[in-house]
């Protein structure tokens, strides 16, 4: 039921949260990759176990809404995230029918379905986490070396994964890669322990439950960093100047 929620993430995914990186799924062999998927969700359905609360395999738009709130984000971006649901119902749908979903449903076993062009390859056709990929995409693009994207390294991402005649999948990575800033920066950089954890779903758990302590999470990048480094520093990038 849309709305329900629960104290913590599922047990596939708690192992992460607590910090037990050794048996994190990675791409293994096509028939240990077929058995995997019938015993334990993909690393893509990780991701967004944590928007499905009541672990019924279902996320409802209000389900959507009421994470980006746990995260941090405000109404008006809550709101616009319901743009998710809208463009990736109807490919994870299709496992089920040919009929569009009426409440724009996301059928969490399906979300492979819903995997756009020129995005990162990071996950693989299955929704399985490649971590070599994601090494390599770190080693080509983090120019400074100090282990985190700057503004410029993930333009330079993006840029260099635009497909051909593919507007819409350049649009998704640029909201995915947008949020990802806004969520994760931290002087300058989405690091990449932080970025891994986004990816295998397990950094939404973290933030909301640094957020329920009261502290608050201490990354990101929001309306209030951006008037203010304006207001002192003339400029939006306020940690150049702390250099």
């Known amino acids: 039921m849309a709305g329900t929620t629960t104290t913590s993430p599922p047990p596939q995914v708690r192992k992460y949260v607590n910090g037990d990186t050794k048996s994190r799924p990675t791409l293994a062999s096509r028939e240990a990759r077929k058995s995997s998927l019938k015993n334990t969700p993909s690393t893509l359905q990780q991701h967004i176990a944590f928007f499905d609360r009541d ?14 709130r746990e995260l941090g984000f405000g109404i008006i971006f809550s709101l616009g995230s319901l743009l998710i649901p809208i463009f990736f119902s109807y490919p994870t749908r299709l496992g089920h029918s040919w009929i569009p979903d009426p409440y724009l449903r996301i059928y969490v076993n399906d979300i492979h379905k819903a995997k756009h062009g020129s995005d990162s390859g990071v996950y693989d056709f299955d929704g399985n986490f490649s971590p070599d990929r994601f090494d390599r995409m770190f080693a080509r693009f983090d120019s400074s070396g100090t282990g985190g994207l700057s503004v410029d390294d993930l333009w330079a991402l993006l840029s260099k994964d635009r497909c051909a005649a593919d507007p819409a999948g350049w649009s998704f990575a640029f909201m995915e890669f947008w949020t990802t800033w806004l969520l994760l920066q931290k002087d300058g950089r989405v690091w990449k322990d932080d970025l891994r954890a986004c990816y295998e779903g397990t950094l939404f758990w973290k933030i909301s439950e640094e957020n329920a302590k009261g502290d608050g999470w201490r990354k990101g990048y929001g309306v209030r960093d951006f008037v203010q480094s304006l207001w002192r520093h003339g400029t939006w990038k ?6």
Not at 58 to 63: A, L, T, V
């Open 55 to 68: 672990n019924d395999g279902i996320i409802w738009p209000m389900d959507v809404y009421n994470g980006f």
């Open 238 to 243: 306020y940690w150049e100047n702390a250099k």
